[in-house]
């Protein structure tokens, strides 16, 4: 026991300076989809490989996700940001290049944008279209032209005998004779 008592000592330990906020190693998640905008996804955890596994998980399941570093007090700093829909579309962009047999999206095609594989796919899908208008119009005017052929060769043969005998006043059963007429029964 101690020789006197603790109210009667003089002496007092020194409060500590350190940051007492508890949990200051947490990491944060909020997960938001476009179909459902009122009902995000919120994951709070302070193991960093948890939270980041369930980063790419939302991110893969097509979420627009942020992840967040906790700053004491309840304040979150913000990490990343990654909209999973867009990175989705990509992939999907990206399969459908190779689907088709299309080249791949070259690395100097427009590398600052989300957006490159499906604009890719956009224009290779614009030239295919262009090309089938264009051999879809020679198809058109193939037949067309077989058709004023046939139609000429048709009018040719319909005609032919017409066009071989000469005209029809010439001919000496339809010869009018001339009525000559004086001045003064004008």
């Known amino acids: 026991m101690s020789p006197t008592p603790k109210r009667a000592r003089t002496h007092r330990r020194k409060a500590a300076t350190g940051d007492r906020t508890k949990n200051v190693k947490a990491w944060r998640i909020e997960a938001s989809w476009d179909h459902r905008p009122d009902a995000p996804v919120i994951v709070r955890t302070s193991d960093r490989k948890h939270a980041q596994k369930a980063f790419r998980g939302l991110v893969d399941k097509g979420a627009y996700v942020i992840y967040q570093e906790h700053a ?5 700093d913000t990490v990343r940001e990654v909209d999973g829909a867009a990175l ?15 080249p791949p999206t070259p ?10 594989h499906r604009s890719w796919l956009a224009w290779w ?6 090309r089938e208008q264009a051999r879809l119009d020679a198809v058109c005017q ?4 077989a058709a004023r052929r046939r139609r000429l060769a048709a009018e040719a043969t319909r005609d032919a005998r ?6 029809a006043i010439v001919r000496p059963e339809n010869r009018q004779r001339a009525r000559h007429i004086t001045g003064a029964q004008r």
């Open 125 to 130: 899908a614009a030239a295919e279209q262009a």
């Open 142 to 145: 193939a037949a067309e032209g």
């Open 72 to 76: 004491g007090w309840d304040r979150w």
């Open 107 to 116: 690395p100097y095609y427009r590398p600052e944008v989300d957006d490159r």
């Open 88 to 102: 989705l579309a990509e992939r999907k962009a990206e399969q459908q290049l190779a689907a088709a047999g299309h």
């Open 162 to 167: 017409a066009l071989m005998s000469a005209p």
